[in-house]
């Protein structure tokens, strides 16, 4: 892995929900900071990159809860044959 000595600076391919049509950039900053803004914009949104990860495993914890909840209520739903 190469770390990160300098900010690098990418955008998205397709324009993100919520963001008016617009692409978003991401740079990455020496550090562990990950900043946001939208294409054409000056406004960057700054974060950690640990905190970017703790809400990517938060979403997927409440994404396999919601799919086990389904589950459980599809199989009450049919009288609990499996």
Not at 11 to 37: E, K, N, Q
Request: overall charge positive; proline content about 2%.
């Amino acid at each position: 892995m190469i770390e990160v000595k300098r900010a690098v600076t990418r955008r998205t391919i397709a324009p993100v929900t919520g963001s008016r049509g617009r692409r978003i950039v991401v740079t990455l900053y020496p550090g562990d900071a990950i900043g946001f803004r939208e294409e054409g914009t000056r406004h960057t949104y700054l974060t950690t990159i640990g905190a970017c990860y703790s809400l990517a495993v938060k979403q997927e914890v409440a994404a396999t809860r919601q799919a086990k909840a389904a589950e459980k209520a599809a199989r009450k739903k049919n009288g609990g044959a499996s």
